[in-house]
Structure formats: structure tokens, C-alpha cells
């Protein structure tokens, strides 16, 4: 059973910064990429940023030169460092994982406001 676990959300000031981190359980055998996503009320859900199991990052040009994933294989876990918060990036943020073999795992997700 694979789990994917999510921390880091909270409420945080304009111009503020938060670390999300992703923790994943359970056996995996072939990870194709890991993302964020983020969804906020009203909206559909939509890519922060990912990277690749080569580490290729990739992100939505909302979030460009703020927000850094980065992943430890060693533990199993992909972080999100979001710095200079804006009140538009208020959503719950949602961790995936995609295999190989086109397989998707989300976690629950993790509320991140942000206001004054």
C-alpha cells in the first residue's frame, strides 16, 4: 500500500515562507516524477512544480523564481520550499506521484494561507 503523506501547511504572512514536505511509504518500484499541485476554492487543481526521477524540475510560471522542489531518496520524501509568499497562492497543496507504468498516488492534502 503506498502512502503519501503531506506537512508543512499553516498560515503564514504575506511575503513569508513555508517548506511542504511529502513523505512516501510503501513499496515503489519505478517513480517517474513527483509534484506538487495546488488547489484552490473555486479553481481546479493545478501543477506547482514537479521533478523528474533525473531531477528535472519543472514549474508553473505563478510560482518561477519562489518555490523550489527538491526530493531526498534517502528518505523517501520531495519537499516544496516556497519562498515570498503571495495571498494567491492560499490552496491546499496536494503531493503526487506518478510510476513508470502510469500509475498516480496522491496524498491528502495540506491547507497553506496566506494573509495578513
Known amino acids: 500500500q503506498v502512502q503519501l503523506v503531506e506537512s508543512g501547511g499553516g498560515l503564514v504572512q504575506p511575503g513569508g515562507f513555508l517548506r511542504l514536505s511529502c513523505a512516501v511509504s510503501?513499496?515503489?518500484?519505478?517513480?517517474?516524477?513527483m509534484g506538487w499541485y495546488r488547489q484552490a476554492p473555486g479553481k481546479q487543481r493545478e501543477l506547482a512544480a514537479v521533478i523528474s526521477n533525473d531531477g528535472v524540475t519543472n514549474y508553473a510560471d505563478s510560482v518561477k523564481g519562489r518555490f523550489t522542489i527538491s526530493r531526498d531518496n534517502a528518505k523517501n520524501t520531495v519537499y516544496l520550499q516556497m519562498n515570498s509568499l503571495k495571498p494567491e497562492d492560499t490552496a491546499v497543496y496536494y503531493c503526487?506521484?506518478?510510476?513508470?507504468?502510469?500509475?498516480?498516488?496522491w496524498g491528502q492534502g495540506t491547507q497553506v494561507t496566506v494573509s495578513s
Open positions: 503526487r506521484l506518478t510510476t513508470w507504468g502510469l500509475h498516480d498516488y
Open positions: 510503501g513499496r515503489i518500484f519505478s517513480i517517474k516524477s
